[in-house]
Each structure stands twice: as C-alpha cells, then as structure tokens.
C-alpha cells in the first residue's frame, strides 16, 4: 500500500518557499508523512512548521501526485499556503537550508516530482490528480528508504550526487488521472 504524505507550496509576494533536504541536498516542497490521527491539512501545516519554522494557514487543494517506482510508492495532496507567523529555520536531520524564491528561479536539482508540482501550485492549478511513473535502472526492484541510503552512502559520491545520477538515468512518465482547473 503507498504511502500518504502532504506536499505544501508556502506562496508569498511572488516567491515560493523550498527546502533542501539532508539526505541528498535537493531541493523539495515542505513535505512529509501523515500521521495516525491527523487529518491531512492538519499534517500539512505541522510538517511546514516542523521543516521550515513558519506558521501557515492553507489557500487551496492544488491536487494529488502518485508518484510510483521500484522506490517506496507514494500519494502526496498538495496545498498552497501563505505564512502567518514563525521564522525561517531548518530542522536538525530533515532540511539543510530553507529559503524563498522567485517563481522564474527555482533552484536545482529538485526532488523527483516536484517541478510539475511546484509549477501547479504556482500557475493556480486545482483539483488535479497525476500519476508521476518513474523507471529507475540504476535502483534495485522494491527498494527501500534505509536500503537507498544504504547504497548512497556506500556509492562514494556526494549525496546530492549519488542523487542527480540516480535520476538522470530515469525514465519519467506524467499522466494527469483527472484534470484540474487554472
């Protein structure tokens, strides 16, 4: 069974807020799993506020990406955001940086996925469903998380390295399920 998690686009005077992660240095929406007893939009504001420091109330439902591949599958619903408190910082083991940016810089590399999503959120995108397919040849059959890192930290590369390898092999098929509204 795939994952849930939550994806939030924290939008603000024209910038969008991204985090770069620990475990390969690239750069992702806030995101992170549901837990048991929470309600989505209730794990998407606490893993914002855990992963970037602010305090955001969500605008909108952009959508929902399945992202499946022989890594672990998951189903992310993405919101757009606006802060309302806190300030800027990381969280020790989850993100190394945490910055603003605007919409014609988005930085690189990015998290697998998260261009298509990052392009929604910010073009007004609503109420679509995508299925993200990934082919990754340079990755085992039915890996997971701990095993991936297993192999990151035995490839010799950086981790943001071991990543952009990873990926620039992959095949990457996007097909939207249902069609959302701009």
């Known amino acids: ?80 955001a606006k802060p309302i408190g806190g300030e800027i910082k990381c969280q020790e083991g989850e993100t190394i940086a945490v910055k603003w940016f605007d919409f014609d810089r988005i930085p690189n590399p990015l998290s697998a996925g998260h261009k298509r999503r990052i392009e929604d959120a910010i073009s007004g995108v609503t109420g679509v469903t995508v299925l993200q397919e990934f082919k990754l040849p340079a990755v085992p059959e039915k890996i997971t998380r701990n095993e991936l890192i297993e192999l990151r930290d035995k490839s010799g590369l950086s981790r943001q390295d071991f990543y952009v390898q990873m990926f620039e092999q992959s095949e990457l098929s996007e097909k939207i399920e249902v069609g959302g509204i701009s």
């Open 1 to 80: 069974m795939a994952g849930l998690a939550v994806n939030v686009a924290v939008i603000h005077e024209g910038k969008i807020l991204l985090t770069q992660r620990e475990d390969f240095e690239t750069w992702i929406l806030p995101s992170g799993g549901v837990e048991d007893g929470e309600s989505v939009a209730q794990a998407a504001i606490r893993e914002t506020k855990e992963e970037t420091g602010l305090d955001v109330e969500l605008t909108r439902l952009v959508g929902i990406y399945s992202r499946l591949s022989n890594m672990p599958s998951v189903s992310a619903v993405l919101f757009t």
